[in-house]
């Protein structure tokens, strides 16, 4: 990453940083991809001149890497102080189950989670702004739940939580077949379930295998950022499959399980299309539209 002359800086707008101080010194750019990820790096040696400023700058920086299509794994964020926090009025009861959520993700102690050829689940919540909307403060019940309900089948499935923060839910394992056991429990428990007067809640389930790099904050690699595009690809109730994860089901694939091609499809960021396997079992959802690739 080339560093910015100061003639670069000055030609950049007030929202190309993360953080501006009271003086106007602007830090932390995250005008591309490049210095979002350098940001993330960078952020706990920054010196902010109150929380207030600290989680203004968190917030942008959040935004920034998620337009670029970055998985901040291991974020920190337990040191936030949540009385300072300013929800909206209709969404304060959810803001304080996310902050529960990144503090909880922030405290895994990164230096021992799996390293090696592992496989990635990620869960997100199809249509969440709507359901907000629809349920109000009831839907940070929901939200607890349905994550309640990730969290242990990823624990009796003996895969490690790696990050949950608003909606989404990430979790690793050693074993591809126990991370594909695991993802067909979450959806076969969650297509029973309803919440206030008969709300459903479908997620959307990605799998995805590789060699990640772990650092001292969490996994880093193009395999982190694949296994994100999978699960984004998919719709509530669906669980998608990339083709690392299919070969290393191979051998471990359960009579009553079929996994069917998608075909190839141009995922965001990813430099050659990548084909997408629908699992298909008993007891969960068949059919669904297109996957969702933004083409």
């Given at each position: 990453?080339?560093?910015?002359?100061?003639?670069?800086?000055?030609?950049?707008?007030?929202?190309a940083?993360a953080y501006?101080?009271?003086?106007?010194?602007?830090?932390?750019?995250?005008?591309?991809?490049?210095?979002?990820?350098?940001?993330?790096?960078r952020?706990?040696?920054?010196?902010?001149?109150?929380?207030?400023?600290?989680?203004?700058a968190?917030?942008?920086?959040?935004?920034?890497?998620?337009?670029y299509?970055?998985?901040?794994?291991?974020?920190?964020?337990?040191?936030l102080?949540s009385?300072?926090?300013q929800?909206?009025?209709?969404?304060a009861?959810?803001?304080r189950?996310?902050?529960?959520?990144?503090?909880?993700?922030?405290s895994?102690?990164?230096?021992?989670?799996?390293?090696?050829?592992?496989?990635?689940l990620?869960?997100?919540?199809?249509?969440?702004?709507?359901?907000?909307?629809?349920?109000?403060?009831?839907y940070?019940?929901?939200?607890?739940?349905?994550?309640g309900?990730?969290?242990?089948e990823?624990?009796?499935?003996?895969?490690?939580?790696?990050?949950a923060r608003?909606?989404?839910?990430?979790a690793?394992?050693?074993?591809?077949?126990?991370?594909?056991?695991?993802?067909?429990?979450?959806q076969?428990?969650?297509?029973?379930?309803?919440?206030?007067d008969?709300?459903?809640?479908?997620?959307r389930?990605?799998?995805?295998?590789?060699?990640?790099?772990?650092?001292?904050?969490?996994?880093?690699?193009?395999?982190?950022?694949?296994?994100?595009?999978?699960?984004?690809?998919?719709?509530?109730?669906?669980?998608?499959?990339?083709t690392?994860t299919?070969?290393?089901?191979?051998?471990?694939?359960?009579?009553?399980?079929?996994?069917?091609?998608?075909?190839?499809?141009?995922l965001?960021?990813l430099?050659?299309?990548?084909?997408?396997?629908?699992?298909?079992a008993?007891?969960?959802l068949?059919?669904?539209?297109?996957?969702r690739?933004?083409?």
């Open positions: 990453m080339a560093k910015l002359s100061s003639t670069e800086r000055a030609r950049l707008p007030a929202s940083f501006i101080d009271s003086a106007g010194h602007r830090r932390l750019p995250i005008h591309d991809e490049a210095h979002v990820r350098n940001a993330l790096a952020f706990q040696r920054v010196k902010f001149e109150d929380d207030a400023a600290r989680e203004r968190r917030k942008r920086l959040l935004n920034a890497a998620k337009k299509g970055i998985v901040p794994v291991g974020f920190i964020t337990g040191q102080h009385e300072r926090r929800a909206a009025a209709d969404g009861a959810i803001e189950e996310r902050l529960q959520g990144e503090m909880r993700a922030g895994t102690d990164a230096a021992t989670l799996p390293v090696g050829f592992v496989t990635f990620l869960t997100d919540i199809e249509a969440s702004t709507a359901l907000l909307r629809t349920m109000g403060d009831a940070a019940d929901l939200l607890s739940d349905v994550r309900i990730i969290r242990a990823v624990v009796r499935g003996k895969g490690r939580e790696v990050d608003a909606d989404e839910f990430f690793v394992f050693t074993d591809a077949a126990a991370a594909l056991e695991v993802a067909m429990r979450i076969r428990t969650l297509a029973t379930r309803t919440w206030g008969g709300q459903g809640c479908r997620v389930i990605g799998l995805h295998s590789g060699k990640p790099t772990l650092t001292d904050t969490g996994y880093i690699g193009l395999s982190v950022h694949a296994a994100a595009r999978v699960c984004q690809a998919g719709h509530g109730g669906q669980i998608l499959v990339s690392r299919r070969r290393a089901l191979r051998e471990a694939l359960p009579a009553n399980v079929h996994l069917r091609s998608l075909g190839k499809h141009e965001p960021g430099t050659k299309p990548e084909t997408l396997y629908q699992v298909e008993e007891g969960l068949a059919e669904f539209p297109a996957p690739t933004g083409a």
